[in-house]
């Protein structure tokens, strides 16, 4: 394995040593545009006034956050239920705040220019990577997880090996299925151009179309991959994982600095007590 497992403490202590990694794209899946509200209910004290904590929300006492939940383990419906990492973190988060949270299920793309806009979405968590191209968008908290990218093959496809991946998907006869508007996307753009490239909205899409025989590969997220292979297409196989060291963070408008700093401060709050690598623990993320 080309990373080893890190701890949230550990990387805060490393996090800073990593530059964001150029060209590429957001990390996260796409969704069905539907909302729905979870409560965060807080036991800190009532919800929070815009103008008495420094920062401005779409709708008082309710942090918005625009998400992509089909993206498991960070995020995914369970029996109509909004689960995962990032969504559990981010209920945390409102906690700490005093804040509810209402959840809008979105597709990916529309995250960030929806955080941009100041209208739709207080916050945008779901596995996105901290870029230059989003950071023009949007501002970002301090990172919360590092992850990889994944190539992913069937099991009884003996012609594509971690030795010979680069030749064998850098050509005109390979389908790579890709998520839209991912880092998996812009890496397998940069690093197999000759390639055909197929695109999903979602990373479960691409996992299907891998077994359908619709593309030879997919690339993905590290964290994902290993889910969804141990999990759900367990006929599938990870033959290559490559260190890119991506940084996630929760996107937040550029005129709202004070809502950037009180969730800094809370994530922060939320490393130290713990509960940060209890998460990660409980979603088998490393």
Same mark, same amino acid.
Not at 24 to 36: E, N
């Given at each position: 394995?080309?990373?080893?497992?890190?701890?949230?403490?550990?990387?805060?202590?490393?996090?800073?040593? /990593?530059?964001?990694?150029?060209?590429?794209?957001?990390?996260? %899946?796409?969704?069905?545009?539907?909302?729905?509200? *979870?409560?965060?209910?807080?036991?800190?004290?009532?919800?929070?006034?815009?103008?008495?904590?420094?920062?401005?929300?779409?709708?008082?006492?309710?942090?918005?956050?625009?998400?992509?939940?089909?993206?498991?383990?960070?995020?995914? $419906?369970?029996?109509?239920?909004?689960?995962?990492?990032?969504?559990?973190?981010?209920?945390?988060?409102?906690?700490?705040?005093?804040?509810?949270?209402?959840?809008?299920?979105?597709?990916?793309?529309?995250?960030?220019?929806?955080?941009? *806009?100041?209208? #739709?979405?207080?916050?945008?968590?779901?596995?996105?990577?901290?870029?230059?191209?989003?950071?023009?968008?949007?501002?970002?908290?301090?990172?919360?997880? $590092?992850?990889?990218?994944?190539?992913?093959? $069937? #099991? =009884?496809?003996?012609?594509?090996?971690?030795?010979?991946?680069?030749?064998?998907?850098?050509?005109?006869? +390979?389908?790579?299925?890709?998520?839209?508007?991912?880092?998996? &996307?812009?890496?397998?753009?940069?690093?197999?151009?000759?390639?055909?490239?197929?695109?999903? #909205?979602? +990373?479960?899409? %691409? /996992?299907?179309?891998?077994? +359908?025989?619709?593309?030879?590969?997919?690339?993905?997220?590290?964290?994902?991959?290993?889910?969804?292979?141990?999990?759900?297409?367990?006929?599938?196989?990870?033959?290559?994982?490559?260190?890119?060291?991506? &940084?996630? +963070?929760?996107?937040?408008?550029?005129?709202?600095?004070?809502?950037? =700093?009180?969730?800094?401060?809370?994530?922060? &709050?939320?490393?130290? =007590?713990?509960?940060?690598?209890?998460?990660?623990?409980?979603?088998?993320?490393?």
């Amino acid at each position: 394995m080309l990373n080893q497992s890190v701890s949230r403490r550990q990387f805060l202590g490393l996090a800073s040593g /990593f530059a964001a990694i150029a060209g590429l794209g957001l990390v996260g %899946c796409g969704g069905s545009s539907t909302s729905g509200t *979870s409560s965060a209910g807080s036991s800190a004290g009532s919800a929070a006034s815009s103008s008495k904590d420094g920062y401005t929300l779409v709708k008082d006492g309710t942090l918005t956050v625009g998400t992509a939940a089909e993206y498991e383990p960070f995020e995914y $419906m369970e029996d109509g239920q909004y689960k995962g990492f990032d969504l559990d973190l981010i209920q945390d988060i409102a906690k700490k705040l005093g804040l509810t949270v209402e959840f809008a299920n979105v597709d990916f793309d529309t995250i960030v220019p929806g955080v941009s *806009s100041g209208a #739709k979405y207080d916050v945008g968590i779901g596995a996105i990577t901290v870029t230059p191209e989003r950071k023009k968008e949007v501002d970002f908290t301090d990172s919360y997880y $590092m992850d990889d990218q994944a190539i992913v093959t $069937m #099991k =009884d496809n003996a012609d594509i090996t971690g030795d010979n991946y680069k030749e064998k998907l850098d050509s005109a006869d +390979a389908k790579i299925a890709v998520q839209s508007g991912s880092t998996a &996307e812009a890496f397998a753009k940069e690093n197999f151009p000759n390639a055909e490239l197929v695109p999903f #909205k979602n +990373a479960t899409d %691409c /996992f299907s179309a891998l077994q +359908a025989g619709q593309s030879v590969a997919l690339v993905t997220n590290r964290s994902v991959a290993a889910q969804l292979v141990a999990t759900s297409f367990d006929n599938e196989q990870v033959v290559k994982l490559i260190s890119t060291g991506e &940084e996630y +963070a929760i996107a937040v408008n550029k005129d709202n600095s004070g809502l950037k =700093d009180a969730i800094n401060k809370a994530l922060k &709050e939320l490393t130290d =007590d713990g509960t940060v690598d209890s998460l990660m623990g409980q979603y088998n993320i490393k």
